[in-house]
């Protein structure tokens, strides 16, 4: 009896020495707007309270951000920020659940990622600027601005990631949809992702760089806005006009 409970002592004490650790490496330290956690491992009134700068951000808190908010947080050496009207969950350092809304990945040193939404999930390996937005049919864009490495699912598809290049991760089983080169320079023109936070991306000459590749081998291309996905079967996209010719 007296070993069990020295041995039930020491994992207590390793699970929280873990926590603490995870909690002081993932800290915000950009907050606009109004953006709540809910606790999970509560119940009531006093599972919501706002988040603050500065604060650690742990498995068993669900962030959401309100209209025109967002939050950035840095976890050791990787970059997430949150979008505006966003439901997100860190799930441990290298899992991040989103429920709704979009979120910003960004990382410079190569490791496995996965990403994962209410229908879908999927696992990037390697390193780069990612863009990941929800869609209705519970899956999600998987947006790179920039990055090198492969994605893969459960059943076994996987694809190299190419910077610019939109690829559709569908559930049910987890499978790729289509896949769609977008606008690099539109897309860092149009995204509150990347341009509304005070502090610049740390790899945003790597974004620039897969711009000017991306200029030289999609020259007379169409500009397109991609909408939602309202099921597996149905993407919107909105063309419009062609570039004129250099």
Known sequence: MLFRN???????????????LYGKNNQ??????KVEVIDSSKAGADSI???????????????????????ELRQNDVRWRLGSLSVGRWLSEKSFWLHSGSAL??????????????????????????????TANGGFKFIPL???GTISTDSGDAQEVVGGRLLLVLGKPNRFGDAYDLDILLLLKS????NAF?????????????LYVQELKLKGKYDALIGDATTND????????QKPAK
């Open 28 to 33: 915000v330290n950009y907050l606009k707007g």
């Open 191 to 194: 995204s509150r992702l990347v």
């Open 146 to 148: 920039e990055a090198k």
């Open 105 to 134: 990945f960004c990382s410079d040193t190569a490791g496995d990622f996965t990403f994962g939404t209410r229908e879908a999930n999927a696992t990037f390996s390697g390193r780069g600027t990612i863009i990941i937005e929800a």
């Open 234 to 241: 149905n993407l919107q996209m909105w063309k419009f006009g």
């Open 6 to 20: 020295y041995f039930f002592i020491v994992i207590a004490a390793v699970l929280s020495a873990a926590i603490f």
């Open 198 to 210: 005070p502090s610049p991306l740390p790899t945003f000459e790597k974004i620039g760089l897969a």
């Open 49 to 71: 309270f706002d988040l603050e700068k500065n604060t650690s951000v742990l498995p068993k808190h669900v962030v959401a951000t309100g209209k025109g908010s967002r939050m």
